[in-house]
């Protein structure tokens, strides 16, 4: 088929803002524009609709408003829970995995090389799984070494951005109970396309970022749980209960909480529009691509991240300029090669993975409830046309 307008795979990034949600903001854009922190009817008015946005979020979540701070997005977020518990607790040792997000992993590198704590990375194996046994081995050693009282901080993705993994949230939020560790897991890409019931869930800290499920970008919130106080990680005002100084960004805060409601209304019809897509666009790979394989669990539609598939392809010139092609083609999506090499700094994730092929193509196609059959079919047709005529020189 061909296509007159640009197709959109690249979910995983940002998500196109739902109308319905603009609809939601554009009277806290032009009406209701008083400073939520002033006293007068102005700011009252704003002010009940950040609270009303921080009930909608907590009801969607099943917890407390009071454990829910609106935050700029999902990095400050990550920022908050890391940085504010190794503060709060005087933690000096921290877990995580090879695999997360800069959000994590850059934070927790620059504490470690400032002396702050000790950095432990988790074993992972060839698919990029946790490997628990070494989870608990490090906690473990930890709590030997320090004593009784030593805490370790735990920051483990529940869905990898790149290679559509899931983590075992509630394995791991038992493991870290057991041994009293911190446990942070970022959650923005789970988040309004999975449910999280924190009645439940032994976790200290996730994260959302509205963006993600078709809210505005620039807003977002982390969960704290009530029985981990933490101090706050930006001073300067008493917003969000002496929690994040700065005035909030009201319109992205009814955004999102917009957002999160819509997405947990139709979370199951988009769930099987989604998985349909991802499933078509994998079985028509490999009817059409000699070679085609799929990274981490991204393939694995029954326990992946189903918004996300993660495609390897044979070795060829091509993949130096497959994403500069695709997007000549008016298809968006990313990628990243293993390794490093001029103006392509590589991903990290799939450099990180045992045994992956660096000679390999690598493209990560993500999907939103606006994608078509039809896209899929274009987009596969694309990427089989450019490597079939390279295949037949």
Known sequence: MTTTSPVYLDNAATTKLDPAVLEAMLPLMTEQFGNPSSIHSHGRQVRTAIEKARKTVASLLNTSPAEIFFTSGGTEADNTAIRSSIDTFGLTHAITSPLEHHAVLHTLQHLAQAGTIRLSMVDIDEQGHIDLNHLEKLLREHRIAGGPSARSLVSLMHGNNEIANLLPIERVGELC??????????????????????????????????????????????????????????????????????????????????????????????????????????????????GVSFNGDSANIDSSLYTVLNVSLPASELNDMLLFNLDIARISASGGSACSSGSNVGSHVLAALPGIDASRGYVRFSFGKYNTTAEIDYAVDTLVGLYQKELTL
């Open 177 to 290: 109970r057991a041994y009293d560790a911190i446990f942070h897991s970022d959650t923005v890409q789970t988040m309004g396309h999975f449910r999280h019931d924190l009645q439940t869930l032994p976790v200290d800290f996730i994260v959302g970022a509205g963006h993600k499920f078709h809210g505005p970008k620039g807003v977002g919130f982390l969960y704290v749980n009530a029985d981990t106080k933490i101090h706050p990680f930006i001073y300067g005002g008493a917003q969000e209960r002496n929690m994040r100084g700065g005035t909030e960004n009201v319109y992205g805060i009814v955004g999102l909480a917009k957002a999160l409601e819509i997405a947990y209304a139709e979370m199951d019809q988009h769930k099987q529009h989604i998985t349909s897509l991802k499933r078509r666009m994998i079985e028509r790979l490999r009817e059409g691509l000699p």
